[in-house]
């Protein structure tokens, strides 16, 4: 059975930090590309961070370049996102997004976590 639980979300001040993991099992997690989404309240889920299954392409959303950084260890199937100097427009449910190829059934499949909240508030 495929899941992808995130945690690390809370409440936090503005210009604080948080740390999202996201824990996969199910599936070949290395050789999946694993992306954070996010989605603010009312508004569109958008594109926060993504990393190929090696690490080695990294992109970020504009909104959040120099602030927050992807990472992923293959070791322990967790994709983490560290977020520095938060705002409050960064408020907004975190998704764990995962896509890749399905050695099994030969299709590419993709999966999503269930989301965390985060909320920057003074």
């Known amino acids: 059975q495929v899941q992808l639980v995130e945690s690390g979300g809370g409440l936090v001040q503005p210009g604080g930090s948080l740390r999202l993991s996201c824990a996969a099992s199910?599936?070949?997690?290395?050789?999946?590309?694993m992306t954070w989404y996010r989605q603010p309240l009312g508004k569109e889920r958008e594109l926060v961070a993504g990393?190929?299954?090696?690490?080695?392409?990294?992109n970020y959303g504009d909104s959040v370049k120099g602030r927050f950084t992807i990472s992923r260890d293959n070791d322990k199937n967790t994709v983490y996102l560290q977020m520095s100097g938060l705002k409050p427009e960064d408020t907004a449910v975190y998704y764990c997004?995962?896509?890749?190829?399905?050695?099994?059934?030969?299709?590419?499949?993709?999966?999503w976590g269930q989301g965390t909240q985060v909320t920057v508030s003074s």
């Open positions: 990393t190929t299954s090696a690490g080695s392409n990294i």
């Open positions: 199910g599936f070949e997690f290395s050789s999946y590309a």
């Open positions: 997004h995962a896509e890749g190829p399905n050695y099994d059934t030969l299709k590419w499949d993709e999966y």
